[in-house]
């Protein structure tokens, strides 16, 4: 079952979801829901249709969006469907962040959410001129941003604001974000599929806690960074427990690296929270912070005949 059929099956039990979550959850899907109005049901297109977009133009983004979708499928009931593709927007968010985090020298101001989106549209514009410069010609992610603007401007090349709940939008963040992962990738010599970096985003992995899990997967001589299989006990037993024992001692190294200390057990506590598998309210309230942002960006967020248009051009 999709995102469509979610949406399809729990369109009228909004009502539900906010009587079973916290009070700011609830308060900001209430937001949410008055600000998209009838478009709510629409919006069960907007993933597959950017899926179908990133395919020529960034097919790690699309398999991550798809990796989304899957994860989502198998941890939200159809009465917590609605809320899909919104979580999955927030998952590409914070997902983002975090790379960006892991990119960004100590003292630098990092990318935001929005200059992100920028970026990957400039990403995406950059392939229309044949004399704009590639990424793999800068060192850093804001380096290359800096260029594309400046780029654009020369070529009077104006890049159009689009609500956050759009097909323009999640792929524009989607492209941006396939760029940071490739840097991380490189930088790190280490893979994330695109299965972990799904499941990162929507449980909130924090930069530190993405860092030890790489440090530990690097130090056991993994070519990838081997989470999902610890958590879902495909390792073997030696591998799991000096994996464990590894991104416990990377947590608390890196604590200690900013001056602070972490126990042994508080290191076991966040790896076990780590490890689980949020559903339906549960998952919803972990991400009310993330969903309060969404429903106070107010008329930014949606506009409906700018979906209706991106679906009619993608159908």
């Known amino acids: 079952m999709g995102l ?21 959850a609830g308060n900001a899907i209430t937001k949410i829901c008055n600000i998209v109005g009838t478009g709510l ?9 950017a899926v179908k977009a990133l395919a020529k133009i960034c097919p790690k983004g699309g398999k991550f969006l798809t990796n989304i ?15 899909s593709p919104i979580i999955a927007n927030i998952v590409v968010d914070v997902a983002t962040q975090v790379l960006v985090s892991i990119l960004t020298p ?50 009077g090349v104006v890049i159009t604001p689009a609500a ?22 490189n930088k790190e010599e280490i893979k994330l599929t695109p299965e972990f970096l799904a499941f990162a985003g929507l449980r909130l992995f924090t930069s530190d806690q993405m860092k030890a899990l790489i440090i530990a997967s690097k130090e056991l001589g993994f070519d990838t960074v081997k989470f999902m299989e610890l958590k879902d006990n495909k390792l073997t037993k030696e591998e799991s427990v000096k994996f464990n024992e590894s991104i416990v001692t990377a947590l608390q190294n890196i604590k200690a690296s900013k001056g602070e200390n972490l126990s ?14 949020l559903h339906n309210e549960k998952l ?10 969404y429903a106070n960006l107010g008329d930014k967020l949606f506009n409906e005949k700018q979906l209706d248009d991106e679906l009619k051009d993608n159908h």
């Open 106 to 155: 100590v003292g630098e101001q990092e990318m935001s959410i929005e200059e992100a989106e920028e970026y990957g549209a400039l990403i995406e514009e950059s392939q229309n001129h044949s004399n704009w410069s590639s990424t793999t010609e800068f060192e850093s992610a804001r380096e290359y941003y800096e260029y594309l603007k400046s780029k654009a401007d020369e070529d």
């Open 69 to 83: 979708t899957n994860l989502l499928a198998k941890t939200l009931t159809p009465v917590f469907g609605p809320l």
């Open 264 to 277: 042994e057990d508080d290191a076991y506590t966040i790896l076990v929270d780590m490890k689980k598998t």
């Open 4 to 24: 469509l059929d979610f949406v399809v099956g729990g369109v009228k039990a909004l009502g539900t979801v906010v009587s079973k979550v916290g009070k700011v």
């Open 164 to 185: 956050k709940l759009s097909v323009e939008s999640i792929k524009r963040r989607t492209v941006a974000m396939g760029d940071l992962w490739d840097r991380v990738e």
């Open 41 to 49: 049901s629409k919006l069960g297109d907007m993933i597959p249709v």
């Open 284 to 293: 919803v309230d972990s991400l009310k912070n993330q969903l309060e942002s």
